[in-house]
């Protein structure tokens, strides 16, 4: 059994590195102060498990629509705020998560509201389905690999020195003949789109999605993994995720009541951010050396 | 002429930073654009690069209207220039601060993806050229140094390197030799000539007048907003309204 646990760890931990893969471009690389990336993951979601259920749609091509309409929405956050800067921005995809949360809870018709959305089918490919523990972190990996070159090669290219130049400085950029709109909205649709693939990952593997899943707290730790782990650092990104995944379970094998477990939690999260932040603020592998005002 | 100002007008807040401001820049000359503080010259270097957008009056850059045209535009039709407080990308290399000018297929982010050989090849292009640049300006050994770990005399030549890479016809400098030493500001003049040589036009906005009168065929003083004389330099150290305004009657030239 206790390989079982281990199995449904990782695979959340591969989740939750293409979640945080997938930030790194728009936060970590271009400077976009994200905050709201778990919107992205719960459209991913609900558009993943609507397909499959309600149109039998095949989980293949239900996760890539989840990648395209969850970019779409990345596509319209841009529009309006991305003239905005740093903590602008920052308030207003909080403000867009929070939307994007009230509707999966009140448009119950689609969503089925805060009851949820069980019974979402394991995928399966020639007759193979990806049901067990085992196969499913295979899948997951395979996506995560997928996630980790596509954005590490986007940001080697000059496209990802583009990028850079936006968050070191966007009116130099502009000056040096770059359409920086252009660049951020690439950005954050990009990050959408894997933050998409994410969300539908997690429907199939959990086969029941709520509200609960996609709060804002839960973008908070995703926010929260990507500084422990380092910005600008793909490798760190998947670090955070493995550590922020991995560092709180310990406590599960002391024998304190569960209300305390999710306290503890949270604190040693605290704790941890707020140590980093001190003595090592570019995070565990970041590649800032100095922050920019 | 390559660049023309007819009219220009831009007021901040009421306060007329650019008034009726008309001037032209002849191709292939060291133009210099002097004035006391305040007197809109780096307002006009903004309005030029559309940082911002005038209220009235016309921008005309080898006879076309840039007036409204947005920076990255504007860039892309051979503009460049420095900044008055050195404004470097201080987290990127001095190579990945000149490859930003650089145009090259691998900006888009499906060429990024599948055309790997492609852009390895032009970068390396790129990359060659870049150095020539901080060769020019004696920096090629700084290349993989952070920007932000620079000197501020080797950030305000690698700010110039960055500037030419772009390899744009009018080139606007910002104060090239504030605060920068002697023998610096002898190597900048050189190089400034060197480049006027190469056929490019060169704006420079700059209160050290003996570099100005030195390097500039044309200067073209402001005050308030508005040019008050064009000339060559002898000229414009003998006009009464230059002396009131700005270089004043005991400073000798």
Known sequence: MIENYLIHLLILVGIYSILVI???????????????????????????????????FPFWIAI????????????????PTLKLKGDYLALATLGFAIIIESIFKNWTSLTRGPLGIPGIPHPSLFGFEFSSLFSYL???IIFVLITYFVIERLVKAPFGNILKAVREDEMV?????KNTFKYKTLALVISAFFAGIAGSLYAHYITFIDPSSFSVLESILIVSMLIVGGTASNKGAILGALILILLPEPLRFLSLPSSMIGALRQMIY?????LLIIKRPQGILGEFRENVA | MLLKIKNLNKSFDGIKAVNK???????????????PNGAGKTTIFNLITGLTSPDKGEIIFEGTDITNLQSYKISNLG????????????????????????????ENFLAALFKKKKIKEELKINKERCLEFLKL??????????AINLSYGQRKLVELARCLATEADLLLLDEPVAGVNPVMREKIKKILLKLKEQGKTILIIEHDMKFVMNVCETVIVMDEGQEIAIGNPEKIQNNSRVLEAYLGEKVKI
Not at chain 1, 173 to 177: A, H, N, Q, R, S
Not at chain 2, 94 to 103: D, G, H, I, Q, S
């Open chain 1, 22 to 56: 997938s930030l790194n471009l728009a936060m970590g690389f271009t400077g976009l102060l994200n905050i709201g990336h778990v919107a992205f993951y719960g459209i991913g979601a609900y558009t993943s498990a609507l397909l499959t259920l309600n149109l039998h």
């Open chain 1, 64 to 79: 890539i629509i989840s990648g395209i309409i969850a970019s779409l929405f990345g596509l319209i956050l841009a529009a």
């Open chain 1, 138 to 140: 295979i899948l997951v």
């Open chain 1, 173 to 177: 950029t502009k000056t040096l003949g």
């Open chain 1, 270 to 274: 605290a704790v941890l951010l707020i």
């Open chain 2, 21 to 35: 401001c008309n001037f032209d820049v002849r191709e292939n000359s060291i133009t210099g654009l002097i004035g």
């Open chain 2, 79 to 106: 503009i460049a220039r420095t900044f008055q407080l050195i404004r470097l990308l201080p987290n990127l290399t001095v190579m990945e601060n000149l490859l930003v000018a650089k145009k090259q297929s691998g």
């Open chain 2, 137 to 146: 300006v004696g920096l090629e050994e700084h290349a993989n140094k952070l």
